[in-house]
């Protein structure tokens, strides 16, 4: 049996999304140790792996990311996606490696796994030979010449055109927007006695050797050279776990269940990065107001009350309010979701066939929305505070067209044939076993072939 070593940002998707992960391991009888922030580490625990705290690097879990880091608030776009890459991301990756390193001298590690945000992981895995893998909680981060670059959300464009727009528009973003982060990344090497990395602070994100995607080909731009260690797993659905339903919970029926009175499911959320529900909760809200909807709200924590405090006035009649329901529970009786576009949100509404409304412009929200425009399962307000009319307009139109139902339920139907969980488990004991990199069965063909 193997031990794997897990690494995640202290934020708090990208240390949930892999506890299936973690969980399917040890059931194989291997032992996951997990280096995390203390706010997850009673959750990492329920999963039989073992968590190990942040010495060195700053822990941030369970606190508002933008008071701890009040230097991002208020901001959006690009610029600040740079920014919070050079100060957090890479920013912190000596001390990742100097708590990583602990770890790896205490503990016979096999393989490492972590989301593409903990730079440093990579680094120790050049330092001490321990393959690493990543997975994706966010858009594919493999550069092609036909692909948008990563930042301002723009869709393909095909042709001569498109590939001169994007060499252009990704040279300009290396220059402005991520030359403090290129600049740091640089040092950080330098300063553990790595040689000069002949890519960027990007590219050197996910793994050379397993990259886990956590959607499938149709919501994905389409890349004329994948790299064969890339592999589609699927939405990461969280394990199920004991929550007791409020009492209103059968008046919603299930999706395409027509039942007495049934009403269109709307679910709103924020997700667990933004908690003002001025943002987007009460605008939608006070959009769907007076709509023949259900609106189900979650919070992360907020009450009802919090909300009318915030709103300066009653919720609508029509608006219900949770601070927490399983996703996989709610979604299977939605039938819109409006959401600020966070990646886990949206493939798991997309595992469930429900089309999206989506706003937030913030983090790599506009990645997200341009991937739900393109592939046509929900429409992009483009705006992190939207008026209440725009949100109203955008679910009816959901509702009423078919094309967008008919779109996610296409994803959904390729969503299905994956368990994510115990792929990635699967494809984390092969690198264990090999120490080299993990291609995909298609990939290792086409590698044959050229060697024959």
């Not at 369970?62 to 957090?88: M, N, T």
């Not at 609508?316 to 996703?327: F, Q």
């Not at 399962?377 to 209440?388: D, E, F, I, Y």
């Not at 959901?398 to 044939?417: G, K």
Request: hydrophobic share 40%.
């Amino acid at each position: 049996m193997a031990t794997f070593l897990i690494a995640s940002i202290a934020i708090e998707a990208h240390t949930t999304n892999p506890l299936p992960v973690a969980a399917r391991l040890v059931e194989r009888g291997h032992t996951v140790l997990w280096y995390a922030g203390r706010a997850f580490h009673e959750r990492i625990a329920r999963t039989s792996a073992t968590p190990l705290p942040y010495v060195d690097a700053p822990d941030f879990s369970g606190q508002d990311f933008f008071e701890y880091f009040p230097q991002f608030r208020g901001r959006s776009g690009p610029k600040v996606i740079g920014d919070a890459f050079a100060q957090v991301f890479v920013g912190h990756a000596p001390q990742r490696v100097a708590d990583l390193r602990r770890i790896t001298a205490a503990h016979p590690v096999d393989a490492m796994l972590t989301e593409g945000l903990s730079y440093g992981v990579g680094m120790v895995s050049e330092l001490e030979g321990i393959p690493w893998a990543t997975f994706a909680d966010g858009p594919l981060p493999f550069e092609d010449p036909d692909t948008p670059p990563f930042g301002p959300g723009l869709l393909p464009m095909r042709g001569p055109a498109g590939r001169l727009r994007n060499r252009l528009i990704r040279a300009a973003a290396g220059r402005l927007i991520f030359r403090d982060a290129e600049r740091v990344y640089d040092e950080v090497r330098a300063g553990l006695g790595l040689p000069p990395d002949p890519g960027s602070a990007l590219q050197a994100g996910p793994s050379p050797l397993l990259h886990l995607q956590a959607c499938t080909p149709s919501f994905e731009y389409p890349r004329r050279h994948l790299p064969a260690h890339i592999h589609w797993i699927g939405a990461l659905r969280p394990d199920p776990r004991p929550w007791d339903p409020p009492a209103w919970w059968d008046e919603l029926g299930v999706d395409g269940v027509d039942g007495a009175g049934r009403r269109p499911v709307v679910h709103v959320t924020q997700g667990s990065l933004r908690p003002d529900p001025a943002e987007l909760v009460l605008p939608a809200v006070r959009g769907l107001a007076d709509e023949p909807v259900t609106v189900v709200v979650t919070t992360g924590g907020a009450s009802r009350a919090d909300l009318e405090r915030a709103a300066g006035e009653p919720l609508p009649a029509n608006c219900l309010v949770m601070p927490w329901i399983p996703y996989d529970e709610l979604l299977a009786r939605a039938d819109v979701f409006v959401t600020n576009g966070g990646y886990t949100g949206v493939t798991l509404a997309l595992a469930h066939g429900v089309p999206i409304v989506q706003a937030g412009t913030t983090e790599e929200k506009a990645e997200n929305a341009a991937r739900i425009q393109w592939s046509g399962v929900g429409l992009r307000l483009g705006k992190t505070h939207p008026a209440p009319s725009k949100v109203r307009a955008a679910v009816r139109r959901v509702l009423d067209e078919p094309s967008f139902r008919t779109a996610a339920r296409r994803v959904q139907a390729e969503m299905s044939a994956h368990d994510a969980a115990v792929e990635s488990a699967e494809l984390l004991e092969r690198l264990a076993a090999t120490r080299r990199p993990v291609l995909r069965a298609d990939a290792d063909e086409r590698v044959l072939s050229r060697s024959e």
